[in-house]
């Protein structure tokens, strides 16, 4: 089995390597990462400059672009071969309900799901140092129910872990994309040349988070599985629309 990894974090997080590491007795890895952090990046492309990809010494790969990038330049031009899998992270953080429209990680399996292979992404819902070997354990086990049973379509799962001891997980939960109150206000300060600048503020609090949620599930110690799709459309709408565009 030959496996992709990437994340948004840079190719030098821990999360990275705790879980090529892991990973590492399961298949063959390749890792393409971003050369920095590109957390928030979403499904951005570089398109106004060329990119370029780089090794450093612990064998990964690193290319001067987004998580999409990192996926997309290995799956259609750096490696000789399909991967069996794309599996983005360990994010240091949560990815869950609202935040999957913005996150780097969520992307990265994103590009791997359109390019027609199986993807996961998975984060660590941690603000500290994080048990990202109770992830990278999680993630192998959900890698070794796919070769047993391996999906006969595309598929993507949006994973989250509880900071905790891997013995302390309380289970693995199917769950739908909870949502949060709306984002924090800017943060406005000075830089020190006088100049007023803007910091985005932080994510709001979860909202929907009851039964069924990616949060909920968590608040319980439970990992949450959440399969994506990427159709946007509205249907529910369309009658709507049709009768407002008569």
């Known amino acids: 089995m030959r496996i992709l990894l990437s994340n948004d974090d840079g190719y030098f997080a821990p999360g990275l390597a705790c879980l090529a590491e892991t990973l590492s007795s399961l298949a063959d890895i390749t890792v393409v990462a971003p050369e920095r952090d590109r957390s928030g990046a979403s499904n951005s492309l570089t398109l106004d400059r060329p990119l370029s990809l780089r090794k450093a010494h612990s064998g990964f790969y690193y290319v001067n672009g987004t998580p999409t990038d990192c996926v997309h330049l290995a799956v259609t031009g750096m490696l000789d071969h399909l991967p069996d899998m794309v599996i983005s992270g360990i994010n240091h953080g949560a990815n869950m309900g609202d935040d999957t429209i913005y996150s780097g990680t969520v992307a990265a399996a994103t590009e791997g799901y359109l390019l027609g292979v199986p993807s996961i992404a998975v984060s660590l819902v941690s603000k500290g140092a994080g048990n990202y070997l109770t992830a990278a354990r999680v993630v192998a086990e959900l890698v070794k129910r796919h070769q ?34 709306k984002a924090e206000p800017v943060v406005k300060s000075e830089n020190p040349r006088g100049e007023t600048v803007y910091w985005v503020g932080a994510a709001g609090a979860a909202q929907d988070a009851g039964a069924g949620t990616d949060f909920g599930a968590v608040a319980r110690g439970m990992v949450s599985v959440t399969p994506l799709q990427i159709d946007l459309t509205h249907y529910g709408q369309m009658d709507v629309i049709k009768g407002w565009l008569k």
Request: avoid cysteine; aromatic fraction near 6%; glycine fraction near 6%.
């Open 148 to 181: 047993d049973r391996p999906f006969t379509s595309p598929m993507l799962l949006n994973v989250n872990v509880p900071d905790v001891p891997y013995e302390q997980i309380q289970g693995r939960e199917v769950t739908r994309l909870g949502r949060r109150h």
